[in-house]
């Protein structure tokens, strides 16, 4: 099945404590990025990679970090995570950077304490 | 700033009646538009699209109208179902790289 992965779904730590949530898609996209998702403030772009190791920063990429070693992985890094990072977080693929269509993981919902 | 916004948070809407979800944008550059459709707990999922170059496109239920002297785009689902309860979210292109997203519209499909 063609899907986007993402570990874990649910997190819940401490302030300055460094984590990493993982994104993994089948389908041989090219192009893959990061959202976090907040209310009143819709889908908000962290990251995105075009392809491996090539990443560029979103709207929001204060505190996040990311790598793109493989073509089916994109982690999301916060070396030192404060309570303002507490959101639902989405990873995405589309097959090539022109593509339109983008195919989302399930989220991951991090709280930082 | 928000560049695309969807004034309604929610929408309540009978079976078998028309839905319409409306979405208002700020930029003139943007190339392309979606329509997103979210049950809880799961990612957002592609419904439908249109070009900035064309005013309607239809699939099925669903048809996207586009107002671009207005900055205007409005879903329509025709007859809604209770699957349908969702939130959809609209969003926007800009060049090839950026999406920007409304902040969702909550739709109910009650019997």
């Known amino acids: 099945e063609a899907q986007v992965t993402q570990n874990p779904r649910y997190l819940i730590t401490v302030t300055g404590k460094k984590l990493t949530v993982t994104c993994s898609q089948n389908?041989?996209?090219?192009?893959m990025s990061w959202y976090r998702q907040d209310p009143g403030l819709g889908l908000r772009q962290i990251y995105y990679?075009?392809?491996?190791?090539?990443?560029d920063k979103g709207d929001v990429p204060e505190g996040y970090k990311v790598s793109r070693k493989e073509k089916r992985n994109f982690p999301l890094i916060l070396e030192s995570p404060s309570p303002n990072q507490t959101s639902l977080y989405f990873c995405?693929?589309?097959?090539?950077?022109?593509?339109?269509?983008?195919?989302f993981g399930p989220g991951t919902r991090l709280t930082v304490t | 700033d928000q560049q695309v916004k969807q004034n309604s948070p929610s929408l309540s809407v009978q079976e078998g009646r028309i839905s319409i979800l409306n979405c208002d944008y700020t930029?003139?550059?943007?190339?392309?538009f979606l329509w997103y459709k979210k049950y809880p707990a799961e990612g957002p999922t592609f419904l439908i699209s249109?070009?900035?170059?064309?005013d309607k496109n239809e699939d099925g239920r669903f048809t996207v109208f586009l107002n671009k002297s207005a900055k205007h785009l409005s879903l329509h689902i025709v007859p809604s179902q209770p699957g349908d309860s969702a939130v959809y979210f609209c969003?926007?292109?800009?060049?090839?790289?950026?999406?920007?997203f409304g902040t969702g519209t909550r739709l109910q499909v009650f019997p």
């Open positions: 995405a693929s589309k097959l090539q950077q022109v593509s339109y269509e983008q195919y």
């Open positions: 389908m041989n996209h090219e192009y």
């Open positions: 990679s075009m392809n491996v190791e090539v990443t």
């Open positions: 930029n003139s550059m943007f190339d392309y």
């Open positions: 249109i070009s900035s170059i064309k």
């Open positions: 969003a926007a292109l800009l060049g090839v790289d950026k999406l920007i």
